[in-house]
Each structure stands twice: as structure tokens, then as C-alpha cells.
């Protein structure tokens, strides 16, 4: 099977302008995850999707990250706008249980704000 | 606030010896695990898991171990391959949508 795509697979831009993410999960995956992974750190997750629905958006920034899956499939992430500390790899994930046993994971996106 | 911690940010073994990766956590709640393997630039990929009812999962070379008790998850490989020089993330899940992961480790195998 295809596995989850993502794209641009790198991306630089000045501070306080946006940027977009995009993700084509596995087909027939209802759950969509995006992460932020810092350098030196571990995932951390900013939103989970069960098809188009939100279901834990948690810790998302909301007031410069938005994220949405139209139609259950493909999904956007975009940062408005950006700061330094956004600097990251964004990896989206998918999977058919809403609990996640065992995601499948894109190559990400390395995001540089400078 | 880190749920979730693997002490060793790196690990070097000669090709044919076990590799122990361990894990440790701080919340009780957590009832299932899962070992990730990451390669430079890809993304993770699910390596193997285990519940919090069992106390050990084996998979081929890779297994894992959960203490309890003492909060700690391990991953075995033996015998460790140069193709097995990766970074590890261990994952906890807690009742809910997402897994806590570690900072990772990095792991070495020496030829």
C-alpha cells in the first residue's frame, strides 16, 4: 500500500509569514494525526482527525496554527504566522483505529523559520 | 513536562551483541506502549508493542519488556544488525487519542 504523503518535504521562510502543510493519509486510514517534532525532542502532537472531525486539538496554537481535512481524506496544517520557535519537522500520520495502535507516519516536512 | 524519558540519548554496539534500549515513565495510567524506529529523513516507522496486561512481546529479534512497578519499558535486539542503526522512540498511550513520546535514542551498530 501507499504510504502517508506529505508535502513540501522541506521548507524555509521569514518570521511572521505563513506556511501550509499538506498530508494524503493511507488510503481508507479515518484517523489523521499531524506532530510537531523539535529538534532533540520527541513527536508531540498538535491535532487529531476521526475522518473530518476534530477529536483532541489540545495542544495546537491556536491563535497561529489551524489545521482541517475536508472530505475525510487529504489535510492541510498552516502556520499565521510564523515564529522562530516553529522551526520543526511537522509529520503527519494516519491509522484505521481512532486509538492509534501503531501509526504509520509520513518523511515530514523540516520547517525553518529564520 | 516529560511523560515519557529515555535517559540515553545514544548507544554504540558491536554488530552480533544485544541491544538494550530502555524507557521510563512517570504516569500509571498509560496502558499500552509501542517502540518507533526512525531513519534521517523518513518518518517513524512502528517497530512493536506491547499492552500493560502482558509483561513481554517478542517479534522476530526485537523484543520488548514492561515492568510496571518500576515504570520502565525496554526493547531487546539481539542479535543487533548495522542496518538496525537508527533512532528509537519509545510511545506511551494514555486512555485517549494520543501517545506521549520520549526524546528518543540513538543507536549505533559497529560492524
Known amino acids: 500500500e501507499a504510504g502517508v504523503a506529505q508535502s513540501p518535504r522541506y521548507k524555509i521562510i521569514e518570521k511572521r509569514q505563513s506556511v501550509a502543510f499538506w498530508c494524503n493519509p493511507i488510503s481508507g486510514h479515518a484517523t489523521l494525526y499531524w506532530y510537531q517534532q523539535i529538534l532533540g525532542q520527541g513527536p508531540k502532537l498538535l491535532i487529531q482527525?476521526?475522518?473530518?472531525?476534530?477529536?483532541?486539538d489540545s495542544q495546537l496554537p491556536k491563535d497561529r496554527f489551524s489545521a482541517e481535512r475536508l472530505k475525510g481524506v487529504d489535510s492541510t496544517l498552516k502556520i499565521q504566522p510564523a515564529k522562530l520557535e516553529d522551526s520543526a519537522v511537522y509529520l503527519c500520520?494516519?491509522?484505521?483505529?481512532?486509538?492509534?495502535?501503531?501509526?504509520?507516519f509520513g518523511s515530514g516536512t523540516r520547517l525553518t523559520v529564520v | 513536562d516529560q511523560q515519557v524519558k529515555q535517559n540515553s540519548p545514544s548507544l554504540s554496539v558491536q554488530e552480533g551483541r544485544i541491544s538494550i534500549l530502555n524507557c521510563d515513565y512517570t504516569?500509571?495510567?498509560?496502558?499500552?506502549f509501542l517502540w518507533y524506529k526512525k531513519y534521517p529523513a523518513e518518518g517513524p516507522t512502528f517497530l512493536i508493542s506491547i499492552s500493560s496486561i502482558k509483561d513481554k512481546n517478542e517479534d522476530g529479534r526485537f523484543t520488548v519488556f514492561l515492568n510496571k512497578s518500576a515504570k520502565h519499558l525496554s526493547l531487546h535486539i539481539v542479535p543487533s544488525q548495522p542496518g538496525d542503526s537508527a533512532v528509537y522512540f519509545c510511545a506511551a498511550r494514555w486512555t485517549g487519542n494520543q501517545f506521549y513520546f520520549g526524546t528518543g535514542t540513538s543507536l549505533t551498530v559497529i560492524p
Open positions: 500520520a494516519s491509522s484505521l483505529l481512532p486509538v492509534g495502535y501503531g501509526y504509520t
Open positions: 482527525f476521526q475522518n473530518n472531525g476534530v477529536v483532541d
Open positions: 504516569n500509571s495510567m498509560f496502558d499500552y
